[in-house]
């Protein structure tokens, strides 16, 4: 089956400009989270949806990134403006429907932000 | 708090020799644990999760609810086992997931 995907691969900012990625989970996975790794450190959670709806943003930083999922399927996380804190892998994933027996998550590529 | 703990960033071991990655974790109920593996130049993917209670590529995992831990072993490690390893934690119902920050499994030689 083909994989979550995301884009772009790298990307290269200065702060204070803004800075979007995409992701297209694995079709049929309603569950689709975007996760930030800094360097060293584990995957944090920024976002969940349950298709078109959010179920978690508590640790979004909502003054400056925003994350939609319209139609419940592919999605886009914005930062607006950076800073330079924000240089990070951003990963998305997606899942099976809470429920449908042996959720896991499948995780993309990541997008490699560097804020200058 | 919800916490996961990984007190090793590097486990460096010989190939052949027990391999033992700690995770301890925070939670007042009833989690569901994974471990999950990143190989060089590959994606994120699960290694394997408490409630099945398998063996994958011969790793195994315990939950210690008295311990509140669930450490990763494998008996005889493998050149190929060299790795980032995460153990995550999901509070029971949310499907959210919680990571730790990682050890880095280096079999040598």
């Known amino acids: 089956e083909a994989g979550v995907a995301q884009s772009p691969r790298y990307k290269i900012i200065e702060k204070r400009q803004s800075v979007a990625f995409w992701c297209n989970p694995i079709?049929?996975?309603?569950?689709l989270y975007w996760y930030q790794q800094i360097l060293g450190q584990g995957p944090k959670l920024l976002i969940q949806f349950q298709n078109n709806g959010v179920v978690d943003d508590s640790q979004l930083p909502k003054d400056r990134f925003s994350a939609e999922r319209l139609k419940g399927v592919d999605s886009t996380l914005k930062i607006q403006p950076a800073k330079l804190e924000d240089s990070a892998v951003y990963l998305c994933?997606?899942?099976?429907?809470?429920?449908?027996?042996?959720?896991?998550?499948?995780f993309g590529s990541g997008t490699q932000l560097s804020v200058l | 708090a919800q916490r996961v703990t990984q007190p090793e960033k590097l486990l460096s071991v010989f190939k052949g020799a027990p391999v033992e990655l700690k995770c301890n974790y925070s939670?007042?109920?009833?989690?569901?644990l994974f471990w999950y593996v990143q190989y060089s130049r590959q994606r994120l993917q699960l290694l394997l999760r408490?409630?099945s209670r398998e063996s994958i590529k011969g790793f195994t995992a315990d939950l210690n609810k008295g311990e509140t831990s669930f450490h990763l072993k494998k008996p005889f490690a493998q050149e190929e086992d060299s790795a980032m390893y995460y153990c995550?934690?999901?509070?029971?119902?949310?499907?959210?997931?919680?990571f730790g920050t990682g050890t880095r499994l280096k079999v040598l030689a």
């Open positions: 079709s049929g996975h309603a569950t």
């Open positions: 408490h409630i």
């Open positions: 995550a934690l999901s509070p029971s119902g949310t499907y959210k997931y919680i």
């Open positions: 939670y007042s109920g009833s989690p569901e």
């Open positions: 994933a997606s899942s099976t429907a809470p429920g449908a027996g042996n959720e896991k998550l499948f």
